[in-house]
């Protein structure tokens, strides 16, 4: 059976709106491929800073990290579920991405530019956002951030499942706008 990794940097753990559309598309994908899944609440992110870099410089690699990185680079698909955060994604995800952005591991370079060393094929973006900002939009950034990182580490196309304007709406509205993102994602699983 395929891996496929699903990083769950939803903030508000059961009470994120996020994880309400997540859940039922991570479990339709269980009937095709193996999950591995970090929940970010759960884990230790260390901060990249310059002490980090240089250790990592001399091949002193934390064997956690270590992990992640590969299990990232190994995965034959990606899902990341995050909410719309100060304009693009929760710091946590973003460290995430840091930590296992490892040369050798999931990039590498030929002297001239980098390029990825991840097998994956897609990843699918799944979030909810406050505001009434469509996926593409300039002041979304995001998906724009998930792209060029999937450009760096060699990761397919990516698709994005969102629903928005969900703070100023009604609670109907909201699950409303909940199902229908359920049910995108949901056919988005049948192919992904």
Do not use: H
Not at 60 to 79: C, F, P, Y
Not at 104 to 130: H, P
Not at 164 to 184: F, G, L, P, T
Request: with cysteine; charged share 30%.
């Amino acid at each position: 059976m395929k891996k496929l990794l699903y990083i769950d940097a939803c903030i508000r753990g059961k009470d994120s709106r996020t994880k309400r559309i997540a859940g039922p598309i991570v479990e339709k994908l269980k009937e095709r491929y193996d999950i591995e899944t970090y929940v970010l609440n759960d884990m230790d992110l260390t901060i990249v800073k310059e002490e980090l870099v240089t250790r990592r410089n001399n091949g002193d690699i934390d064997g956690q990290v270590l992990k992640w990185a590969e299990t990232v680079r190994d995965a034959d698909r990606i899902v990341v579920s995050a909410p719309f955060w100060d304009m693009s994604i929760p710091a946590a995800l973003k460290n995430f991405f840091e930590l296992c952005s490892i040369f050798d591991v999931t990039f590498k370079s030929d002297d001239k530019t980098c390029y990825g060393n991840c097998k994956a094929e897609k990843m699918l973006y799944i979030t909810t956002r406050g505001m009434d900002i469509d996926t593409g939009n300039e002041l979304e950034q995001a998906t724009s951030y998930l792209k060029a990182l999937s450009w760096l580490w060699g990761i397919g196309p990516l698709q994005t499942v969102s629903a928005q304007n969900m703070d100023y709406v009604s609670e109907d509205e909201i699950n409303e706008k909940i199902d229908k993102a359920i049910k995108e994602g949901l056919e988005i699983a049948e192919c992904f």
